[in-house]
Structures are given as structure tokens and as C-alpha cells.
């Protein structure tokens, strides 16, 4: 599993109050703690506070990027913000994200190109948010035809079926799975498959409880890559075990802590 | 229509190990593989595999009648044996094994062991491997002794095992040799002791796996499924098993009734259960029949496409 830390979002208080203050070491500290705890890359999210996301993205990348070379996931829905990204993170960046708009996509495919970077595609337009599986399958089709007719791999493209929160929409959590499943049959190579994980407890009285289980069905549905909370021991506890049972690493006694040294 | 071959990405690499100090027979080093066993097409194999000559400490009164007619009477001195290896076979590596140290056959002291390792390693300067005896208590006290006294030569030493290795890599640590992780032909054990000895602070690139082997037709099959499971983990990423192995090819080839039967067929037995094992990606042969070495010295040579 491709572990994306979340923690790095303006919406955190602390880090919020970071972007303000600039303060590098709040920052810096969420980055090498998350990695430590498993994270193979890490978004990076300015957040609704901030008034120049433009500058203040750039900022934390450049603060970032003091401390590590991992994967940096520049979370926005304004692709100049992403731009401002893109310029100050060098190599190894996932553009975070695009919807199956054309006037978006038309946008952000040829940055990822430009950069060298991945792209998260949202299976979301400005219709809406899919009622269904098809609805879901309708959307990635049109991202990965976008893909091809503009020459970018879907290797590097990471489809996200959108998750809805389970008490929002609790008949829809079947098909979200599914629909796993069915994007990476969508083309060759397969396109990747992503989920920003805590959507599904929003507003619910067991966050955790529900994120952990809801992974570990998504592992088991082929889930490429999650946007979460690495510090969550018992998520991760539960996700290394997920795959250890579908036999994606080999068991010792020691498997928790093989994985994370990996 | 013209058919592509499938060629294989991997992440992952085997930790390469070094043996021997900068002495006149040089260090050899081994692993470093990024793909599977002689598939050049795929990825880099920087190292060729070896076969070390395995001595013994005391005379192999059991061996059977064709190894000891091989090597005549230098079985009874260590250093007449390690002198044939290297003048008389050109070998590239000992393996001293310290059977003499255990309590049923000799009971040894270490300073005596400790006394013995080192006057070879001086007197000949190869890359040396020693191993103990088995007996956990007597290789706990022994082998640190002889650890100690090969300080500075990077030897290989074992074996370690899930539920004796603590003394001897406090030992490697302190000594800058390299540890021998023995598991019995269980994928599972052989990941765990690789990491409770890198827990202990002795990296993993100074770990060699010994996966226990059978011989041609006693179960090599088992071992070499064991040894394939590893090196595709470890070429995925898994660097908790990318070590690279070492088989103990003659103690367990010579075990063989079949191998009894006639000289030729006693080499050819050693010869073949080695060349088995290095398709599965075996990088330390430990050998006992001077033509046996000799054969799959060349296969190797080939192999390598040299």
C-alpha cells in the first residue's frame, strides 16, 4: 500500500497557525513523524484559512522538502496553487487532484506532464458527486481517455472513487469498493487506485473504528494507494495485516515492524 | 507477429557481503544481485557465486571412504588440508568447520579453536567462513573466542539460529565479521532472525541466510521453493530477506546413499545438488570433493559467461 499522510493540512489547527507563524519546525516534526510511522508520501494542504495559498503552499513544500525526498502530494482544487507546488517540489509530486472536467483536465494533465508528476483524478464533475457504480466507471473513463488522448501513462494516474461518509450514504459503500475494483480493469497498464480514507467516518462516533475497517475491505478490493493518518498505529496495525493476508509479504513473528522498516 | 519476452521490473536488491580483508587473496564479495539467478537480461549481477573448501578442525573420522581417499592423510592436519585447498586446488574461500569442539567429538577448548582459526588465516590470507560445532552452549563459548581472534579479517561466522543468536552476533559486532542466520527451511523463521539480529544493532548487510538445504533427491526441492519465495520478496522490496545464501552443499550431498554407490557418482551428486541450488540463487557453495568444486567452478565460470 502507498501511504499518503494527511496531516499536513491547514485545517489542522497547529499547522495553520504554523503557516501563519511561520514556523518550520511544527512542520517539519508532522513530515518525519509520519514517515517514521510508515508514510510513503505526504499531502500537503494550505487549508480553507489560508488567504495566499498561492505563496503559503510554496512555503510549506520548500519546508518540506529541507527534511525529506518522499512523495509530495499537493492538495488543491486551484491548479495555480498547484502550480506554485509543483515549481518549489522538484522530482517525486502527485498533483492532488483533478475532477473528470475536461477544462480541469485539459489543465492539470499537461502540468503533471510538464513536472514529471502523478495525478490523483476525482471521479467527481461539476454535475456532481456519483450516485452509483456506473455513474463512478462513467467518470473514470472520461479521466482516462483524457489521459490517453494527451499522452500521460495511467501508470502515474491514481483514480479515487470518491468516498462518501457511511452515515451519509450508507448505500452507496458497496459500490465504492467495487468500483476499486473495476477502475484497474479500465485500462493497460492499470491506472492506480486511491482514497482520501477518512471521508467514510465524518460526523460518525467511531472515526477510527470505521477508517480501519473500511481499509481493510478496500485492501482487500485491490486499493493501490490511501490518503490517511499514519500515526493511527491500530489503521496501519490493521492495513499491514490486510495485506499480509493476501500474501503481499512474507509473515514473521515481527511483521509489524518488518513492514515499517521497509 | 514478433514475440516480446517478458521482462521483469524489480525494486528491490540483494545486500551485497563482503569477506576477507585486504590480504593477499583480497575480499570476496557476494549478493548485489537486482534480478533473479543469471538472468542478465532483467538486471545487474555484479558478483559471481563461489564455492568455499570446507575443512575441519579435527579428522572426519564419518566421511565416507571416497572424500577421504580424495584427500589422503593432510585430513588429520588442518594445515596440511588448508595448504592442499589452496596450492593443490587453487581454492578461493575455506570454510573451517569446528566439529572437534563439540563435547562428543573432541570437546575442543576455544582457546585451541581460537589458536587453530587464526594460524590459518595468517599462514593463508583467504576469506574464511568458520562454523561451529552445533552444540549451542560449547559454540557460545567458543566462537566468540574465535571471533575475536579473527578481528579485523571480515570472516563469515555462524550459525545463528532463532533461538541462539545473541552471543555470536554480540560477537560479530565487536569483531567486524559478518553472521550466518540459519533457519530450517522456513521462510518465516529465516525473515524473523534477520531481524532480531538487526535489531541487535548488526546491520543487514552483514547477514547470510542459511536456509538449510537438502540434497538432490532428500528434498532440495523443499529448499529451493524456500530460497525462490525469499529473493522474489527481496527483489519486491522485502529487505528484511534480501540476503544472500549460503548452502552447506557437501554435508548434505554426501549424506546421500546414492552418493556412496561409486566415486563418479559421489561427485557428480555434490556437482549437481550445487548447480541445483545455484538456479535458486545459492551464492556460497560449502563443498568437500576437490573435482566436485572443480566442476562447478566451471559451471559457474559458464553460467556467468565468462
Redesign the interface.
Known amino acids: 500500500m502507498f501511504i499518503i499522510g494527511e496531516l499536513i493540512n491547514g485545517m489542522y489547527a497547529n499547522i495553520a497557525a504554523a503557516i501563519k507563524e511561520k514556523d518550520k519546525a511544527v512542520v517539519q516534526k508532522c513530515a518525519l513523524e509520519q514517515i517514521k510511522n510508515g508514510a510513503d508520501a505526504l499531502d500537503i494542504n494550505c487549508g480553507p484559512a489560508s488567504k495566499q495559498p498561492v505563496i503559503d503552499i510554496q512555503w510549506l513544500v520548500e519546508v518540506v522538502r529541507e527534511v525529506t525526498d518522499k512523495t509530495l502530494c499537493l492538495d488543491s482544487s486551484k491548479p495555480q496553487v498547484i502550480e506554485s507546488g509543483l515549481k518549489a517540489a522538484g522530482s517525486n509530486i502527485i498533483i492532488n487532484s483533478t475532477t473528470a472536467d475536461l477544462e480541469k483536465l485539459n489543465l492539470l494533465i499537461p502540468l503533471a506532464k510538464k513536472y514529471n508528476a502523478g495525478l490523483i483524478g476525482l471521479t467527481i464533475s461539476a454535475k456532481g458527486i456519483p450516485q452509483n457504480r456506473d455513474q463512478r466507471l462513467e467518470l473514470a473513463a472520461t479521466i482516462v481517455s483524457a489521459c490517453a488522448d494527451q499522452d500521460f501513462s495511467t501508470e502515474n494516474l491514481f483514480l479515487d472513487p470518491i468516498v462518501m461518509p457511511v452515515n451519509v450514504a450508507q448505500a452507496q459503500m458497496r459500490d465504492i469498493l467495487e468500483s476499486i475494483r473495476e477502475f484497474k480493469i479500465i485500462s493497460e497498464p492499470s491506472p492506480k487506485t486511491v482514497v482520501g480514507l477518512s471521508n467514510v467516518s465524518q460526523g460518525t462516533s467511531a472515526r477510527n473504528l470505521i477508517n480501519r475497517t473500511f481499509l481493510t475491505m478496500a485492501v482487500a478490493y485491490g486499493l493501490d494507494a490511501a490518503i490517511l493518518d499514519p500515526l493511527d498505529k491500530d489503521l496501519v496495525d490493521a492495513l499491514i495485516t490486510a495485506e499480509l493476508i493476501l500474501n503481499k509479504?512474507?509473515?514473521?513473528?515481527?511483521y509489524l515492524?518488518?513492514y515499517r522498516?521497509? | 507477429m514478433v514475440l516480446q519476452p517478458a521482462v521483469e521490473k524489480w525494486s528491490g536488491k540483494i545486500a551485497e557481503v563482503a569477506i576477507g580483508n585486504a590480504g593477499p587473496a583480497g575480499i570476496i564479495k557476494v549478493g548485489g544481485q537486482e534480478t533473479l539467478p543469471f538472468l542478465f537480461s532483467e538486471g545487474k549481477i555484479p558478483n559471481a557465486p563461489f564455492a568455499a573448501f570446507e575443512i575441519w578442525d579435527v579428522n572426519p573420522a564419518d566421511w565416507p571412504q571416497e572424500l577421504k581417499t580424495a584427500w589422503g592423510e593432510s585430513l588429520k592436519d588442518p594445515f596440511a588440508w588448508a595448504e592442499a585447498c589452496v596450492n593443490k586446488y587453487k581454492a578461493q574461500a575455506l570454510c573451517l568447520r569446528l566439529a572437534g569442539s563439540h563435547p562428543d567429538y573432541g570437546n575442543r577448548s576455544a582457546a585451541d579453536e581460537a589458536k587453530l582459526a587464526s594460524g590459518l588465516a595468517q599462514k593463508f590470507g583467504l576469506p574464511m567462513i568458520v562454523i561451529g560445532s552445533g552444540d549451542k552452549e560449547k559454540d557460545n563459548a567458543v566462537l566468540p573466542a574465535v571471533s575475536e581472534a579473527l578481528k579485523g579479517r571480515q570472516c563469515l561466522i555462524g550459525c545463528a539460529t532463532q533461538d541462539n543468536y545473541k552471543t555470536l552476533t554480540a560477537a560479530c559486532l565487536a569483531d567486524g565479521h559478518s553472521i550466518i542466520a540459519e533457519s530450517p527451511i522456513d521462510?518465516?523463521?529465516a525473515?524473523?532472525l534477520n531481524?532480531?539480529i538487526s535489531d541487535m544493532g548488526l546491520p543487514l548487510e552483514r547477514i547470510v541466510i542459511d536456509p538449510t538445504t537438502g540434497a538432490l533427491g532428500y528434498g532440495l526441492e523443499y529448499a529451493y521453493s524456500i530460497m525462490e519465495?525469499?529473493r522474489l520478496?527481496a527483489l519486491s522490496?522485502?529487505?528484511?530477506?534480501a540476503s544472500p545464501f549460503i548452502c552447506f552443499v557437501g554435508l548434505e550431498a554426501w549424506k546421500a546413499k546414492e552418493a556412496k554407490v561409486s566415486l563418479e557418482q559421489g561427485i557428480i551428486w555434490e556437482a549437481m545438488t550445487a548447480a541445483a541450488l545455484l538456479q535458486a540463487g545459492a551464492d556460497i557453495l560449502v563443498m568437500r570433493h576437490p573435482a566436485a568444486i572443480e566442476k562447478v567452478k566451471k559451471h559457474i565460470e559458464n553460467l556467468m559467461g565468462k
Do not use: E
Not at chain 1, 249 to 254: A, K, P, Q
Not at chain 2, 237 to 241: S, Y
Open positions: 509479504n512474507i509473515y514473521c513473528d515481527s515492524d518488518a522498516r521497509k | 521462510i518465516n523463521i525473515k524473523q531481524i532480531l519465495r525469499a520478496a522490496g522485502d529487505k528484511t530477506v
